[in-house]
């Protein structure tokens, strides 16, 4: 695989920063910048902590999701179990927790498969990717005001959905294409035991 060539011909240098809200969850920024053209303009985005999204094999091919109602869209969502990282927090620590608490289960095996950048006009958030099996069920710790349903799906299901639109999360869709190549066998993951917390 090749990679792709140098842009210095197309990237923006920023010469200053006006926080414009500092909120419990976002920190919204405007930036001016220093175009290529020698140009300048100025960039309003959020800044993210980053998060991690995690798709669970269940030992009988199907897969671990959520059905959580989404303020912003004004609708339940299905998705991928998923969260912020703490201040410091290693992302596979993340994952882990974001996994129990939100679904109850623990894995016996881990692997990185990537990351995504769901929103990059207006964001520097990014989403790692992890896949996890050897799952066995325990008791969930949803956050206070946290409510959501934990389903069960056939990975076949889970294309339907994302081609008939029922699925339109950008992470979810995502790791929808990393699954469907894994289970292909087009894209390897290198698994790796982990030992959960007792």
Known sequence: MSSPPADP?????????????????????????????????TREYILHPGAV???????????????????????????????KLGAGEDRLACGRRELQEETGYVAGEWAHAGQLHPCIGYSDEFIDIWFARGLRPGGRQLDAGEFLDVIAVAPAQLQAWCREGVVTDAKTLTGALW???????AWNLEWQPQSEPS
């Open 9 to 41: 011909h197309l990237v923006e240098r920023t010469t200053g920063r006006e926080h414009l809200l500092r909120g419990d969850f976002l920190h919204v920024v405007r930036d001016t910048v220093a175009l290529p053209d020698g140009g300048s303009a």
């Open 53 to 83: 999204m995690v798709v669970p094999l269940l030992d009988d091919g199907r897969v671990v999701m959520e059905r959580q109602y989404r303020h912003p869209v004004g609708r339940v969502m299905v998705e991928f179990p998923a969260g």
């Open 179 to 185: 699954l469907q190549n894994v289970l292909s066998g």
